[in-house]
């Protein structure tokens, strides 16, 4: 069907070498019996799990079940998986040829992308009771790997917000602290991995969506060049790129490597798994401006945290400096806002077609809808060519703003996480003010998805208060091996691993 066809291709468009570590408290080597491996398999990585799942110290089906109880206990508290899917896991496993990289590893995806047989809600009422016909190329490979979905992680509504409240199902909780958010729009894998449901999930990121709940709970998180994975339904000008939020470097380095695409036309040369780090000094600059306001507007803990991160590059040998990024002031936003508004105004006249007359607030948010109109206002497909002009010119400034370094340090977020309910997307009389503040966040992130660039964000710190601080390592496009060899560096030097929330 040609609307079929349409919601897909648009809803793609929006999604956003070390020694084996415990991700979790010390836990001491015992016996080998498959009770003892299942119960360290709780703070193991995915590569780790893996490795037990080859040795045979773990059985597919028995890591399965024991995945399946960690979400059960801890889900009511962290509002982390919207859709559960364990008997299509359940049946994968049984049916999986012994052969495949991951032998049947568990694996969570994010609700923006489509599972064949599992329900997609893309955080949209209208959409509680579609289940997708097939699925997306990313799950594809994922899947080809020998990994098994047991379920979809909550989403804001479409993906479009830095926290994840979506009115027609739950609100996500920061397993460091319930009352506060574990962000957006990949919050729900971000609960999902920082609570110890599992090591490592697929997320997406078109403002910083990977980046911000990493920042926020206390994971390393990983966006990929543009271009660099597989991703289906390319718009007019792609910000979203398909990655993976983990407890440990390496983990997020295998989902790359599964999914990098293999088009013939692909911008870069394929990297392949990367497990060494970097064995020589890189040119860093460090810069705590914001590409929107052009000046620090971080709060006294993330702004030490960032200068203690420069401080660590600095006693690994690399060579630091204090930089200044491109301004590109509101401008930029507001073209930011055009092209980001053009998903939710083919998203509404999508379900207006689907239900033959207008949307109502149960089928799609007052925010969503506000961003449409938004759109309208805008200029529609004229006003969207203009935003891309613009955002084409500060993709080319920022790249050779980047090609001066090796990597650029930046925060990720102004501040940690902050209480739940700071937006009030059911409120239209709000959703102006809504979009000022949220744009007013992500001064360090979005450019970056503009630019296309490589980035990470590397939990190498915590507030006084003991939430997670991200520091945002930059690359121009292509260098993801680079961030990846730094990142592995950083995690040997300061490792993260060591604590885990504990809500059981």
């Not at 119960?39 to 890591?63: F, P, R, Y």
Request: proline share 6%; with cysteine.
């Amino acid at each position: 069907m040609k609307l079929e066809l349409d919601r897909r291709n648009m809803l793609a468009a929006t999604a956003s070498g070390l020694a084996l570590a415990g991700c979790g408290q010390s836990v001491t080597e015992p016996a080998k019996s498959p009770i003892n491996s299942l119960a360290k398999s709780a703070h193991t990585d995915l590569t780790g799990q893996i490795k037990m799942l080859k040795s045979g110290d773990v059985k597919a089906g028995e890591l399965l079940e024991t995945t399946i109880e960690r979400i059960e206990a801890l889900n009511p508290k962290t509002g982390a998986v919207l859709t559960t899917c364990y008997d299509r896991a359940r049946d994968f496993v049984k049916k999986l040829p012994a052969d495949t990289v991951a032998g049947g590893a568990p694996m969570l995806i994010k609700d923006l992308k489509d599972v064949a047989g599992v329900r997609s809600t893309y955080g949209i009422g209208a959409f509680k009771n579609f289940t997708a016909p097939k699925s997306d190329i990313y799950v594809k490979r994922v899947e080809a790997a020998g990994m098994a979905i047991v379920g979809k992680t909550n989403t804001p509504e479409l993906g479009l917000l830095p926290v994840t409240e979506p009115l027609a199902y739950k609100q996500a909780k920061n397993p460091w602290d319930l009352t506060r958010t574990p962000g957006g729009s990949s919050g729900g894998t971000a609960a999902a991995v920082a609570s110890g449901m599992m090591p490592c999930a697929q997320g997406s990121d078109g403002g910083g969506s990977i980046r911000i709940p990493s920042h926020y709970c206390g994971l390393f998180g990983l966006k990929p060049s543009r271009n660099r994975v597989v991703f289906e339904g390319k718009r007019a000008f792609s910000i979203s790129v398909a990655g993976a939020l983990s407890r440990t470097v390496r983990d997020s380095a295998l989902m790359m490597s599964l999914t990098e695409t293999t088009e013939k036309d692909r911008d870069f040369p394929s990297i392949g798994l990367v497990s060494d780090p970097i064995d020589r000094p890189l040119k860093i600059g460090l810069a705590m401006d914001d590409y929107f306001a052009g000046k620090n507007i971080c709060d006294a803990n993330v702004t030490a945290a960032i200068e203690k991160s420069a401080k660590l590059c600095e006693d690994l040998g690399h060579n630091v400096e204090i930089v200044s990024s491109p301004l590109f002031g509101q401008e930029l936003v507001e073209a930011f806002l055009m092209l980001w508004a053009s998903i939710p105004h083919d998203m509404v006249k999508l379900v207006e077609q689907m239900k033959g007359g207008p949307v109502t607030d149960t089928d799609v948010e007052p925010w969503t809808q506000g961003m449409a109109q938004h759109f309208v206002d805008g200029g529609g497909q004229e006003g969207l060519q203009k935003a891309i002009a613009k955002l084409r010119k500060a993709e080319r400034d920022t790249v050779a703003f980047l090609k001066n370094y090796d990597a650029v340090l930046s925060p990720v977020m102004p501040t940690p996480a902050h209480k739940l309910g700071k937006y009030d997307s059911g409120d239209r009389d709000k959703v102006e003010e809504g979009f000022a503040v949220a744009a007013a966040s992500v001064g360090y992130t979005a450019v970056q998805n503009v630019s296309g660039a490589a980035c990470m964000s590397v939990p190498l710190f915590r507030s006084p208060a003991n939430l997670p601080i991200g520091s945002q390592f930059i690359s121009a496009p292509g260098n993801d091996g680079l961030l990846l060899g730094l990142a592995y560096q950083l995690e040997a030097a300061q490792p993260w691993i060591d604590s885990y929330p504990n809500l059981l």
